[in-house]
């Protein structure tokens, strides 16, 4: 399967759980990383959390930034929808 789309989130998110849901549903070719399995997984994302500015206001609230979405460009993204249209066009 040709992988197009990262999603980061955890199975303990309700939001998480609906977009993975979403996309098998929908057969939109991802990978889902989920962040509470394993210390290497949280550290990936807390790669993206740290230094991209699309957190700005994820991290001045005091929550995750999850779902996350990370295009095959590499452009970030917390929308489920246009996670899947960039995927679609491609």
């Given amino acids: 399967m ?3 789309l990262t999603v980061y989130g955890s ?4 939001d998480c ?5 979403i996309l098998k ?3 939109i070719a991802h990978e889902f990383i989920n962040i509470t399995d394993s210390m290497a997984n949280l550290k990936a994302f807390l790669a993206y959390r740290d230094r991209e500015t699309i957190f700005a206001e994820i991290r001045a609230a005091g929550r995750v930034g999850i779902p996350f979405f990370v295009l095959e460009s590499g452009t ?4 489920l929808e246009t996670a899947i249209g960039a995927v679609s066009e491609a």
Avoid: G, H
Wanted: net charge positive; charged share 45%; glycine share 0%.
């Fill in 76 to 79: 970030p993204t917390f929308d």
């Fill in 11 to 14: 199975m303990l998110c309700p």
């Fill in 25 to 27: 549903e929908r057969r």
């Fill in 2 to 4: 040709n992988r197009k």
């Fill in 17 to 21: 759980v609906e977009a993975e849901r």
